[in-house]
């Protein structure tokens, strides 16, 4: 039996914390795709784990897998394997061969792009970890991959290739000198001219493989996994980020360099679709909605200065006062930046959309807490666009940006003891909160397998497992 966790939004809808729930009859949990841009808060036993790479499944004791469609800074990994080390954990986290890896040019090359980018108000709203570089070279058939550190020899070769590009790139494209750029502007443990320097890099890397190699970290993803299948084990896969910002399927360009949808889960774990598509897909929900960085988001609340695009969001003072409110209430912070999110009310039309994307088989609905008090609550039920009304996104950004919500309200719902709600079972939610739920599982036809009324764990609502479904 397999379960993948999809984000249906713009990521940060709270995936962790479901793996969590959902993750106690896992053996192994896979992350199949991005790197350290995927933020994740999990608690376990009253305690806060905010991680970057690590699998959220890690943190119980669980085998994390992270799968070759993932891209892996090895500094961050060991960063994070460390310091769970210092906390009196002992995870065992796994990575794909098949993995490609982060390298400190490609965060100095990330933070140089954004800037271009942001010139031309076409900012992405990068974390500048490397990632969309990264992804390049990997399509573009010069990057390096895990298994490459694991053999010396290789890994020059690799460099010999890359490196003298890099460094072109640098001084002859964007016309810099090396050793005039900070390494603290791109959060590199390195000089910036040792960044591009492959005699540097060859050392620092063939001893990250060398720890990988001596702790027996890495292994060939897809085989490990059916492997462990055949053994009967359960499996887990964890997706990063949120369909909105799918390469394919979100608001391009102002999206990530991989797929967080569901058949990102075949491709980037060597698991075939038919595996995944055997078996559940849990579509993560935000009562509301979110998303980091620039880009259509039709029923924003407020506006957020350097991500909004001009003129976009409600600025009237009840909607600044609401955005406020919901952004504080619900921490709407990012896990790795610190940015405020903006925030907005629940946007249907792109639930249909990740639906669709991702075939659901149910649903976790999260932050339905962070709402409560507020006397109306709002979703943007369809859009109007020139006069039709569409029930799902358009496949262009341009076009989406054009789009109205039309709106749908509905009773709010009191402040209660979330905790006791969560002791008692989905019965004691508000009645109201209730209705706004079946709403959602009517409309994208997806059964709720449980809601999220509280940061722990013991402040989820279990309605059903998925690995039962």
């Not at 036993?45 to 070759?68: D, F, H, M, Q």
Request: aromatic share 8%; proline share 5%; charged share 25%.
């Amino acid at each position: 039996m397999t379960v993948t966790i999809v984000g249906s939004q713009f990521g940060d809808e709270g995936k962790g914390g479901i793996v969590d729930v959902f993750g106690e009859r896992a053996d192994v949990v896979a992350r199949y795709q991005g790197g350290d841009n995927a933020g994740h808060t999990v608690v376990h036993e009253g305690e806060e784990y905010k991680l970057s790479l690590v699998p959220s499944g890690a943190v119980r004791g669980k085998i994390g897998v992270l799968g070759n469609g993932c891209v892996v800074n090895p500094a961050t990994l060991f960063d994070e394997l460390d310091a769970l080390h210092e906390r009196g954990l002992d995870p065992d986290v796994r990575v794909a061969e098949r993995a490609h890896v982060i390298m400190p040019f490609h965060r100095v090359l990330d933070g140089l792009e954004e800037d271009v980018k942001s010139e031309d108000d076409i900012a992405v709203g990068t974390t500048g970890r490397g990632i969309g570089p990264t992804y390049e070279d990997k399509a573009g058939r010069r990057g390096v991959r895990i298994g490459d550190l694991l053999d010396p020899d290789v890994l020059r070769d690799r460099l010999a290739y890359v490196v003298p590009q890099k460094r072109a790139l640098v001084e002859q494209v964007y016309g810099l000198d090396l050793d005039a750029l900070d390494a603290e502007d791109f959060g590199i443990e390195v000089t910036v001219p040792e960044a591009f320097d492959e005699d540097a890099l060859f050392e620092r890397y063939r001893a990250f493989g060398e720890r990988l190699a001596e702790e027996g970290m890495t292994v060939n993803c897809g085989a490990f996994l059916a492997r462990r299948r055949a053994e009967g084990e359960q499996v887990m896969m964890e997706g990063a980020q949120g369909t909105g910002i799918d390469i394919d399927h979100g608001s391009y360009p102002y999206v990530t360099s991989s797929n967080p949808t569901a058949g990102g889960a075949a491709v980037g774990t060597g698991l075939g679709p038919t595996v995944v598509g055997q078996g559940a897909v849990v579509g993560i929900v935000k009562a509301y909605i979110t998303r980091v960085g620039t880009g259509p988001l039709p029923t924003e609340l407020g506006h957020v200065e350097g991500q909004t695009p001009p003129e976009g969001g409600d600025t009237s003072e009840r909607g600044q006062e609401l955005a406020t409110y919901i952004r504080d209430e619900g921490g709407e912070y990012g896990t790795v930046t610190g940015r405020p999110r903006r925030v907005g009310w629940l946007d249907m039309p792109m639930l249909r959309h990740a639906a669709t994307a991702s075939g659901f088989t149910g649903l976790a609905v999260n932050h339905v807490d962070t709402l409560a008090g507020l006397e109306t609550v709002k979703v943007g039920h369809t859009y109007e666009l020139d006069g039709e009304e569409l029930e799902t996104i358009p496949a262009t950004t341009e076009k989406w940006a054009e789009c109205e919500a039309q709106y749908r309200e509905f009773d709010g719902w009191p402040e209660v003891d979330w905790s006791e709600v969560a002791d008692a079972g989905y019965d004691a939610i508000p009645e109201n909160a209730q209705e706004y739920l079946g709403y959602i599982a009517a409309e994208l036809d997806a059964d709720i397998y449980a809601v999220g009324v509280g940061p722990g764990r013991e402040d989820t609502v279990v309605v059903q497992d998925p690995f039962d479904a």
